[in-house]
Structure formats: C-alpha cells, structure tokens
C-alpha cells in the first residue's frame, strides 16, 4: 500500500467557507422541488385510488384535497412544477453550449425564480 502523507495537504473548500452561487442554490432547488413534487403527486394518487375503492373512502380524500392544507400542498405543487421545468428547460439551453457564461446563467436564475412565480400565479387566475 502506498504511503499516504495526509497531514499536509490542504483542505478543499468548506461550506462555511464558500460563498453560494445563484446557479448551484436554483440547481439544487430543482433536484429539491422535483422531490417535492412527489408529495402531490401521492395526494392525487391517493384520491384516485379513494375514489375507486367506494364513496366513502373518497369523501374523505376529498375533503383532504380541498382543505386548507389539500390548497397548500397544490398550490406549492404548481409553484414547483413551473419552477422545475424552467430548471429543465435551463439544463437543456446548457447541455446545448449556449449560456454557459457567469452572467448569462445567472440572468436565467433570476428568470427561474421571477418565471415560476408568474407562470404559477398566471395558471391560478385563468383556471
């Protein structure tokens, strides 16, 4: 086995150290809110399943989903669903070559981040 001196190599950067980027914090909030889309996503299925298994069952998953708490959950599911697929159509510019510089990827973080609001408050005024 080779000898490995670790003592005097320096120390890779830290997070208390680092500075965040608007282009790492947008991207990882993409990885996040594509998680958080799950949980919509089990509300829905869930009163889908309800739905199909009796009156009942349904009555109650349905008073879930027009709760207070059911709006919640929705309305932020519609604030990630924009949110996210700005973040993709991000990735897709950049696996393209293009907006790679410093300024531009930071001008379509802010577009993410202003978009998705938009988008999102456009959707619940029309429906």
Known sequence: MADVNRG?????PHLTIYRPQLTSMTSIFVRITGNALL????MIVWWFIAASIGPDQFAVAD????????DLVLFGSLWALCYHTLGGIRHLIWDSGRMLDVKASERFGLFMIGGSLVLTLFIVAVI
């Open 39 to 42: 949980v919509a996503a089990l």
């Open 63 to 70: 008073a879930v989903l027009r709760s207070w708490f059911g």
């Open 8 to 12: 005097n190599r320096p120390l890779s």
